[in-house]
């Protein structure tokens, strides 16, 4: 789980947004703004607002491209005394600076899970060379003498106070590293940008030298030292923005431990408590269950550097989610009815277990608050478990909410005491079948329907699900149930004492996605209904992507683009409002707008050509030119060979002949890396793969082939493909799929599927026995009953594209196959405003962009659909080696965009 969304769902119940956007006023609610953000700026002065920081800068001031900086920290309760300090010295002394301007930020990027590496930092202050920059630090250290503040992961702090300092970029500009991901960029020695780097740890540049100012606090800091500790740290098991959990050995017994670690005034929890409040409080509640098998006991406490720990007994055996990849039947295409029986009898022992260890906890007046699947340990017979992480427990008598918890586990906020873990082991009653139960989050609802779904797939008591759901749905106030009972249906999020009572009786989805074109028609409705067109950055919501880079509203892979594509693609037809809100804002595209096809100018360019803006098309084309678009990375999703694939195409719809010439340049430096050039050798190739990987790359290969008949283009696709194969390993069942280390994908952005596409289109030219061999055992990868995710690239909506496209022989590409894909979209499923629509990334909130969201799903959806299949940009229709139209499917017909 990609914990970084979390702080993206308090600004809306339904789609993901930046904080920022949460309504800011001048009121005293959590999102009010500090007084000093609303202060008039004096004259010489100007001031905007860029994410989540308020700038202020001298209008003639002249800041060098990089160096140097100051970061201030603070904690909720003294950042507005800080803010006022800080910013009464800087403004006399004409020194630039910004700010976090609300308790409300300040408190998202210190919580629990947020950006490691930019948490803490509160005030940036911009000094103008180095001379300065030390004076201005003694300056403010000795101003803020004594504030508390979280230590900064990516700084050196001067002293013991919240001032620190870090190396790195003043201005806006930008390159690609390794992995072919777009950063924030500084100049090294030889005037080249590379990334600057903005990781929880102080690292200076090799081409620096550290001015004299910090030697003392450079050997402050090399002073806190491990070697004195009773305790040898082994590995580290998790970090969060709290700190970090170690397994350790005890050097006196040889016995093995577990650390945890407490920064002080970082890691918030939802009232606010610190990591080390949390770590105390997990200390009292472990002394209180001492004795007790399902809970580690306490063996020692300490502090170092500052940091508090915790030492646990070391508790053998493996979390509960790890068993879903071991265990759950569901991961095949076609599980029999023992093996079934045998995984249900299974989950409800290890249910029966979890409830009898909550109740133990109970039973000593111990509220968990944090009951979820990485904190139950199964023992390695699996005959017991044990709970873990008790920072969020509290005395039952303090009958509280939950202030952490996992966003497939969470309570509504009308929960309390005992309440909470009664939610989480309802929640945990689905999970341990079909772990869905993030969408939760968007509609409670959604648990009748997934019960329904689990009821089908598994020989389980209905009694079992029934409570579950009932518990789920129930009014904690009053203990009123729903109107139509404990299997209620029903539109919108279920929040509030009155939740369910209105709902009617009935599907809870308004179309089932394979029941096409009703699910395209509703889903198209969906996304219209989802947009905003008054908004600057975004008209359609998606993932938080859209937050990451300028232009990411706009762009293919989750912007308008790719939902005006998906739209016209699927026969729903055109959005005029959308284009016209993308052609106004591409007149001029913001400033750090990247290149590339899916993520930025490339991709505009060409998804406006297609749909008639020729002029603007060209416009773009140019200014992606005029830029230094050689230094892209290799791969399809935002490097050179998407930016080839649209050259290639502009080029033969307009016929200007110089982007051809640029598409061939775009190739060459795409062959080097593949050919292995010591120059760029394997530069932004070291993931694998149809959007950030070889694949990508064979099929700009292939499609520049299909227009020369140069052979030796041929000849570069096998090689990439072969490169992309190399990082593939079997897996159960015979399947291919990439190798991450830690993890297989066989997903179609970065996983097998992805590089299966292009196998099909490179075996339509030319015979290979080994790519041959390598697509069947592919086409197994996309045949799982269950996948993790909706979204196209990383979920059950690709597998569907892929299926209904390739042309590989044999079992599991037919139209039974291809159904049963398609009706398990409908277990993620969602509505939105009475439509259907699906949720994006993490399963939080939902999304209508393609790459993650409901357009990519009406993509996929549509290229299973009878008449003319839909496909991605670049990869058409093959001629497949037998009709696999879904049989019975209907003629389709299409809603113009006017009637809806």
């Known amino acids: 789980m990609n914990k970084g969304y979390g702080v993206f769902c308090d600004a809306d119940r339904h789609f993901y947004d930046a904080p920022h956007r949460l309504p800011s006023t001048g009121g005293t609610g959590h999102e009010a703004l500090y007084e000093a953000a609303r202060r008039p700026t004096p004259a010489g002065w100007q001031r905007h607002r860029a994410g989540d920081w308020l700038a202020w800068r001298p209008v003639d001031c002249q800041l060098p491209a990089q160096g140097w900086k100051i970061h201030v920290s603070a904690c909720l309760d003294n950042a507005e005394s800080v803010l ?119 690292r200076i540049p090799e081409w620096i030298t550290p001015p004299s100012f910090l030697r003392p606090h450079l050997e402050a800091r090399n002073a806190v030292s491990v070697a004195d500790l009773p305790y040898t740290i082994e590995q580290a098991l998790h970090f969060s923005n709290g700190g970090g959990v170690y397994a350790a050995r005890d050097s006196r017994s040889g016995e093995k431990v577990v650390l945890k670690e407490a920064r002080p005034y970082a890691g918030l929890a939802a009232d606010g408590a610190d990591a080390v409040t949390r770590l105390r409080r997990e200390q009292d509640a472990l002394e209180r269950l001492s004795g007790l098998a399902c809970t580690p006991e306490v063996l020692d406490s300490f502090t170092l550097g500052g940091h508090h720990f915790l030492v646990l007994q070391f508790i053998e055996g493996r979390p509960l989610n ?107 009653r689905l999970a341990l079948f079909i772990p869905l139960t993030s969408l939760f989050t968007v509609d409670r609802a959604k648990a009748a329907h997934l019960a329904e779904i689990v009821a089908r797939q598994f020989p389980v008591e209905r009694a079992f699900l029934d409570e579950a759901v009932a518990e789920l749905l129930r009014d904690p106030v009053g203990d009123r149930k729903t109107a139509a009972g404990p299997w209620a249906a029903g539109d919108g999020p279920v929040e509030g004492p009155m939740a369910g009572e209105s709902r009617a009786m009935g599907p809870y989805l308004p179309a089932e996605p394979a029941d096409w074109p009703r699910s395209r028609d509703s889903m198209v409705n969906a996304i219209l209904a989802s947009a905003s067109p008054d908004r600057e950055d975004r008209f359609f919501p998606g993932d938080i992507a859209q937050f990451a880079t300028a232009g990411g509203g706009l762009s293919f892979g989750h912007g308008t683009a790719g939902v005006l594509y998906a ?84 080029a033969a719809a307009s016929g200007e002949s110089a982007l051809y010439d640029a598409a061939l340049r775009c190739a060459e430096s795409a062959a080097r890396v593949v050919s292995g050039d010591p120059a760029r050798p394997g530069a932004g190739l070291s993931r694998a793969g149809l959007l950030y990987g070889a694949s990508g790359i064979a099929l ?64 339509a030219h030319r015979a290979d026995d080994t790519f041959e061999r390598a697509r069947g055992e592919i086409v197994r990868a996309a045949q799982a009953t269950f996948y993790a995710q909706p979204g196209l690239f990383r979920g059950a909506a690709g597998m569907v594209l892929y299926l209904s496209r390739t042309t590989a022989p044999g079992p599991g590409t037919g139209p039974a196959d291809v159904r049963r894909q398609m009706d398990a979209l409908s277990w993620h499923a969602m509505t939105y405003r009475g439509q259907l629509a699906f949720p994006g990334e993490q399963m939080m909130r939902l999304s209508m962009d393609l790459s993650t969201g409901t357009a990519g799903c009406l993509l996929a959806l549509a290229a299973a659909s009878p008449g003319r299949p839909a496909q991605l940009p670049f990869l058409p229709p093959l001629r497949r080696p037998q009709n696999r139209l879904l049989p019975g499917a209907e003629t389709e017909h299409t809603v113009p965009m006017n009637e809806r």
């Open 84 to 202: 006022d300090r800080v910013m009464r010295y800087c403004v006399p002394r004409d020194i630039a600076f910004k700010f976090v301007p609300s308790r409300y930020l300040l408190h998202t990027r210190n919580a629990k899970y947020a950006d490691r590496g930019a948490s803490g930092k509160f005030i940036t202050v911009y000094p103008a060379d180095d001379r300065r920059c030390g004076i201005v630090a003694a300056e403010l250290d000795a101003l803020l003498a004594g504030e508390p503040g979280p230590y900064i992961l990516s700084d050196l702090r001067w002293g013991r106070g919240p001032v620190h300092l870090r190396y790195g970029s003043f201005t806006q500009r930008n390159c690609y590293d390794a992995d072919g991901e777009l950063r924030p960029a500084v100049e090294n020695a030889e005037g080249r940008l590379v990334p600057d780097l903005r990781e929880p740890v102080f």
């Open 700 to 763: 700009f290969f292939i499609r520049l082939y299909e227009r020369t008949r140069d052979t030796a283009l041929l000849d570069l696709a096998a090689e990439a493909l072969r490169r992309d194969l190399a990082r593939c390993r079997h897996g159960v069942g015979g399947t291919l799929q990439i190798d991450e280390g830690w993890r297989t994908m066989p997903y179609l952005g970065a996983g097998s599927v992805g590089i299966g596409m292009v196998l099909d289109d490179y075996l």
């Open 567 to 650: 739209l016209e693609e699927s026969g729903a037809g055109r959005c005029v409002p959308a284009e016209e809100w993308l052609l106004l804002r591409t007149k001029e595209p913001a400033s750090g707008t990247p290149l590339g096809f899916y993520d930025g100018l490339a991709g505009l360019a060409w998804t406006l050509n297609r749909l008639g803006h020729t002029q603007r098309a060209l416009e773009l084309t140019e200014l992606t030119l005029s830029q230094s678009w050689e230094s892209l990375p290799p791969g399809l999703h935002g490097g050179a060979a998407g930016l080839g694939l649209a050259l290639s195409d502009l």
């Open 322 to 428: 790890t068993f879903f990849a071991r265990r759950h039947p569901l991961i095949d295409a076609d599980p029999d009815a023992a093996r079934l029986a045998e995984y249900t009898d299974w989950a409800l022992r290890i249910h029966r277990l979890v409830e009898e260890a909550v109740e133990a906890v109970h039973g000593r007046g111990v509220v968990f608050n944090d009951l979820h699947l990485f904190n139950i340990m199964v023992s390695e017979d699996e005959s017991s478990v044990v709970l873990l992480d008790f920072e969020a427990a509290a005395p039952a008598e303090v009958n509280g909410r939950q202030t952490v918890a996992n966003p497939a586990f969470v309570a509504p906020s009308d929960r309390r005491g005992f309440d909470v873990d009664r939610y989480a082991l309802a929640c945990l």
